[in-house]
């Protein structure tokens, strides 16, 4: 180990300038601001309720009502779910308000990014000194303890103002906290070597593949890597870097091996998850996405289907879930259940398109998050460099390789924005620890760069809380987490006296893929599906049906009490359908035959 570094006596004293000053007190405030703005953000995001969102919400119901089982899937993995639970039962919100309660959970998570956030950054100071070498004393960072503090900070709040805001009732928050701290454990057992830290790091990571089926891949060739590095290192190192490799993946085969084992007992072969498999299909294979078994357009997949839906009827095709009847949507509560035995295949033409594609959505994503590139090169003009010694950026190295290793692994198949955010602070956030300043450099101006950016941040959320909030008084909504179709549309499913646990059957995409919370709210779930095709207007397709008794006949005779339904704002409404409230929904009661 080279000798502690020592101060360069010809360096500009730290209090030449009020920016040392400066950002010494941005420091201590940002994060308090920040909470204020993640406040404002709790209360005013507005509605944006999906498919993912609501089948998190009936797992979160299981896990409350001790249905372990129902947790057990193959598509959704139940961390974040059980955030949601846990919160739910402490604070018992009614389902008309849980949306906010959920809202409020994605602000505690966010508080905690905040903190792995600093810790993280905290890691990648103490790796800069511990390994700190000659070329130091005349080339000592570009960005001080305080200054990068405070632009990942502002870097992790932008992504949160965008992909990751606080209105998602989505587990990827979850994911970027754990992978954060694990960053953080990593940069420390870096630094110090201590044994405790590999245990936690499996921990760590346990807790992230719980939340996302994602992180096993990553963390596996995280703890694979150290494992390695200890082995090619001198004997004296070599026994506690491998000993504390077999820690962690002793600890985390104990966090994440239990659900494993029962994913893998429930889809009847060996997987971590499903995830992949269906997103190889749909995205490289081009499957169809949606009742693949009756419209046989499997792409380049196959299958031989154990699980279907029931087809009531052919033409049109009408189909019934009660053969899985679980949660608000059974096809989207648990996809890898209808899809168990679809089988992707390796198709050189849909990966090669794929991969042009997710090229221009990397791209697409780049251009959208500038700050990071912008706040690189403007450290650059003012001529920071990476060091020429090794010492300067080997040791913040692993963190970003593991960044982009992340963003490897989603590149060939999809890219979301939601997805690339941990990759993308992960990658970058070392790479500028690694930035040295020119020589004889103050490292105020870059200081100054990383105050402008953090301003930037903030005012940007005030100015967009405030407009949600005089948008809500102006418009009367009760509160942001509200929607002006759904809430009225399932109160007045409520009016019509419908029992809880009616059945019902959803039509058209609006109302059956791409946002079915009216049927949690109204506590009817949707048990069958009439199916629109090409994705047309359903109220247009009723009216052009020659015999819709037919359908009504095939639901009665399946026990469903209603079909509901979304048409265009303008369009004719068929007879029998009755409007819900002053919403775009509409519902077909079906009264049992005489």
């Not at 119901?61 to 001790?66: I, Q, T, V, Y």
Request: charged share 15%; aromatic share 12%; net charge neutral.
């Amino acid at each position: 180990m080279s000798a502690p570094s020592q101060p360069n006596p010809e360096a500009p004293r730290p209090d030449a300038s009020p920016v040392p000053k400066l950002l010494r007190r941005m420091v201590a405030i940002y994060p308090l601001l920040l909470v204020l703005c993640g406040i404002g953000y709790a209360k005013y995001s507005s509605y944006q309720v999906d498919g993912d969102a609501v089948s998190f919400m009936d797992i979160s119901d299981a896990l409350r009502a001790h249905h372990f089982a129902l947790a057990v899937n193959g598509y959704w993995n139940p961390g974040y779910a059980a955030a949601l639970a846990l919160v739910s039962a402490l604070t018992h919100p009614s389902l008309w308000n849980e949306l906010q309660t959920f809202f409020w959970v994605n602000f505690w998570i966010f508080l905690g990014c905040i903190v792995a956030c600093l810790y993280l950054v905290r890691g990648m100071v103490r790796v800069r000194e511990r390994f700190a070498a000659g070329e130091e004393l005349a080339n000592p960072p570009a960005l001080s303890p305080n200054a990068l503090a405070l632009a990942s900070l502002a870097l992790l709040f932008f992504s949160f103002q965008r992909e990751l805001n606080l209105g998602a009732v989505r587990a990827d928050a979850l994911l970027l906290f754990f992978f954060l701290l694990a960053g953080g454990i990593l940069l420390r057992l870096q630094s110090t070597g201590r044994l405790l830290y590999y245990p936690l790091l499996g921990l760590v990571l346990g807790l992230a593949y719980l939340t996302k089926s994602f992180a096993f891949l990553p963390s596996a060739a995280l703890l694979a890597g150290i494992f390695i590095f200890g082995l090619r290192r001198p004997a004296g190192a070599r026994r506690a870097i491998v000993t504390g490799a077999l820690l962690a993946g002793l600890t985390f085969a104990a966090i994440a091996g239990p659900y494993v084992v029962a994913i893998s007992r429930q889809v009847g072969r060996p997987t971590t998850g499903e995830s992949a498999r269906l997103n190889y299909a749909f995205f490289i294979d081009q499957m169809d996405r949606w009742h693949e078994w009756h419209s046989g357009k499997m792409g380049h997949a196959t299958a031989h289907f154990l699980h279907h839906e029931r087809l009531l009827l052919d033409s049109p095709p009408v189909y019934s879930y009660d053969q899985h009847p679980i949660g608000s949507y059974p096809l989207w509560f648990d996809p890898s259940y209808w899809t168990n035995t679809i089988q992707p295949h390796v198709w050189p033409q849909g990966q090669l398109v794929r991969l042009a594609r997710c090229a221009a959505l990397l791209l697409r994503y780049a251009l959208g998050h500038l700050e990071v590139p912008v706040l690189l090169g403007v450290l650059l003009l003012l001529g920071c460099r990476f060091g020429r010694a090794r010492s300067t950026w080997l040791y913040l190295l692993p963190v970003s390789l593991w960044g982009l290793l992340m963003i490897g692994i989603y590149f060939p198949v999809d890219i979301q924005d939601r997805y690339m955010t941990g990759a993308w602070l992960l990658f970058f956030l070392p790479l500028l620890a690694m930035l040295r300043r020119p020589r004889g450099s103050s490292g105020h101006a870059a200081g100054a760069v990383a105050v402008l950016l953090a301003v930037l941040a903030v005012a940007d959320a005030t100015g967009d809380i405030a407009d949600r909030r005089r948008m809500l008084s102006v418009t009367g909504h009760p509160r942001g987490a509200y929607s002006t179709e759904i809430y009225p549309a399932a109160h007045a499913i409520d009016d019509l006296g419908l029992p809880p646990g009616s059945a019902v059957a959803c039509f058209g995409d609006r109302a059956c893929y791409l946002d079915q919370y009216w049927a949690r709210l109204a506590q009817t779930p949707i048990r069958a599906e009439i199916e629109v095709p090409d994705h047309s207007d359903p109220g247009v397709f009723w009216s052009s049906l020659a015999d819709p008794s037919a359908v009504t006949a095939a639901l009665r005779a399946d026990h469903i009490a209603a079909i509901v339904s979304s048409f265009a704002p303008s369009a004719h409404v068929p007879a029998g359908w009755q409007q819900l409230g002053t919403s775009d929904y509409y519902i077909y009661p079906l009264h049992p035959a005489n």
